[in-house]
């Protein structure tokens, strides 16, 4: 996902187009990867003024999560869309420092994949289920609940409530 932009940078009002269809790592969740399946699909509109480079970015592919009840895996639809401005690093060093508010690129070239990587990040579910009545694992043995009730039976009643509940009780009957 290089772009040279030696061309498009120091002409104002250049624009370019360019589609890729590429491979991308798994991206690092909290505690856990999730992979793409396929390749993930990248549009992205390149505009310059002559000074910067203005890139919006439209970015899809699936996503392989785990089920939030039952950790199966789901694929499911992932998007992005973002704008970026992109400005040339500076081959001398500039008095002000640099502005934090820019993305800059080096060689003449954009690398889209960590800006795409960056978004796409962004734009993980939450929270996924491989199906809205999904049963989730059994508490106590851990048995995947859609194959199957396994032998624990009914939950029992948490004895952690059930002390608060005789504390509440007691200080109503002192009032
Ligand atoms: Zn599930
Ligand atoms: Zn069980």
Request: charged share 25%; glycine share 8%; aromatic share 4%.
């Amino acid at each position: 996902m290089k772009v040279p932009v030696a061309d498009l940078q120091s002409v104002e009002g250049g624009q370019e187009h360019h589609e890729f269809q590429v491979a991308l790592a798994p991206l690092k969740l909290a505690g856990e990867e999730a992979a793409f399946p396929g390749p993930v699909r990248v549009e992205a509109d390149l505009y310059s003024n002559g000074r910067e480079i203005t890139a919006q970015v439209k970015a899809g592919g699936r996503l392989a999560l785990a089920c939030g009840r039952c950790l199966n895996p789901v694929e499911v639809p992932i998007e992005t869309s973002f704008t970026e401005t992109l400005r040339p690093y500076p081959r001398v060093p500039q008095e002000s420092g640099e502005d934090e508010d820019f993305t800059y690129y080096h060689h003449d070239v954009i690398d889209l994949r960590p800006l795409v990587e960056e978004h796409l990040l962004l734009a993980v579910p939450m929270k996924v289920l491989c199906s809205e009545d999904c049963k989730g694992l059994c508490p106590h043995c851990g048995r995947n609940l859609n194959q199957g009730p396994c032998g624990c039976g009914p939950e029992p009643a948490d004895t952690r409530l059930a002390v608060l509940a005789d504390l509440l009780r007691d200080r109503n009957q002192l009032s």
